[in-house]
């Protein structure tokens, strides 16, 4: 290639470069809605998931949130209420929350690490769940859809 080409390479090489369209986000962005739950404490794996609770999490860039609420008992000071949220971070199908805030103030400060898997508009998280404090050491293993506009 004769020398005095170069520059204009570079600059068409750039010109097509910048043309390319910016990441989309994470397919994992958006809110879910809980539809199926497990727990595996020792070797027994049981059902957690209760259909008269509706959960949904929401995550955004950099942040998580997930809050349920009772369906049957909705509409008094009985009703059951849950709320949590914090930062997380993604790396491949790692899946890392960082618990600032919850209801119960025991479980803030932890780290969740799941492995995700993403298949249309499910999402799979299965992790340990672990909190020193309450003698919490189990896997867990959660199935969301996505929620739809």
């Not at 509706?54 to 950099?62: D, L, S």
Request: aromatic share 12%; with cysteine; proline share 5%.
């Amino acid at each position: 290639m004769d020398i005095k080409f170069v520059p204009l390479f570079i600059a068409f090489i750039s010109a097509i470069s910048s043309c390319q369209q910016k990441p989309s986000n994470p397919p994992i962005i958006g809110t879910w809605e809980l539809i199926s739950a497990t727990t595996t404490e020792k070797d027994t794996t049981f059902s957690t998931f209760n259909p008269s609770v509706r959960m949904i999490k929401m995550i955004n860039p950099t942040h998580f949130a997930f809050m349920s609420h009772d369906r049957q008992t909705g509409s008094d000071s009985a009703a059951a209420f849950t709320a949590g949220g914090g930062k997380y971070t993604l790396a491949d199908s790692v899946y890392t929350e960082h618990l600032e805030y919850y209801i119960d103030p025991a479980w803030e400060n932890n780290k969740f690490e799941f492995v995700v898997k993403i298949a249309g508009d499910t999402l799979i998280q299965k992790g340990i769940e672990k909190v020193d404090k309450l003698g919490i050491d189990r896997v867990i293993t959660e199935t969301y859809v996505r929620v739809k506009d």
